[in-house]
């Protein structure tokens, strides 16, 4: 077995540790670090561009020459670059928080939270339970964003084995929102309930989408329930925790949630 070599991902710190011949994009995934990759890591959208710090990779391939001929010296393609012995490397475009409107989270409020897992971003808003009086919210991107901008790349990359790792940035990038949006506030949060597209609630269910990759494009099975062994619902303990259901095929609970937001299905006096 060939030995692994370290690779280093500034400025997190974050060290995956792969076999050579591996893709940069990969040793990103499996250290937890999001290098955008909007064309799913297949070479043609020339946006997962890493600058190598210390160390070296493998020499670029042709079609790697040609994506980069425009770049400054020491950019390479993380889909395309292959670590070939200890490197240390930086995304050129780091995912961060995109927005946040903190308030007074000072006092003992029970929180409820309102969450948006979209396949871009994601947005959390804290509110007070007691008053409804909004308290906190942000958008950060969505992790999963090194597997695609689309879900159908996202739902490719299940189907291609990669489900779990998919579940865990969902879940993360869940997670990610609600603490931008109330820091240190988590085990105050009795009630979260996420809206999202059929796709982002079924990989966040860790649902068989294989359902949604052709016609007739039904709901997955499960789609709106976590699994018992939920990281997230572990971890926003003691909080429940729901996902709104999806109508059908591609009409998703973030549908359901903006016709319930808009007063569509108030209940009519008798």
Known sequence: MTARVPVTFEPSGF????????TVLAAGRAAGVNISAPCGGRGICGECGVKVLEGSLGEPSADERVALK???????????????????????????????????????????????????????TVLDSRTGRQLGSATVMNRQSSFGADVLSRVSGALEGDAAQLQHLAEGSVLDAIDS????????ITRVVVAANVAMASLLAGADVSSLAAHPFSVPTGASTLPPDSGLADSLQPASVEIVPAAAGFVGGDVIAGLVALGAFRRRAA
Do not use: K, Q, Y
């Open 15 to 22: 060290i995956a540790w792969v076999e050579p011949g591996t």
């Open 70 to 124: 425009r770049a400054p010296a020491g950019i390479r393609l993380a889909c395309r670059a292959l670590v070939s012995g200890p490197v240390r490397l930086r995304p050129v475009i780091v995912n961060s928080t995109v927005s946040r409107e903190i308030a007074d989270l000072a006092g003992n409020e029970e929180l409820v939270t309102g969450v948006d897992l979209g396949t871009t971003s994601v947005s959390a």
């Open 181 to 188: 949006a109330a820091p240190g506030a988590r085990r105050r």
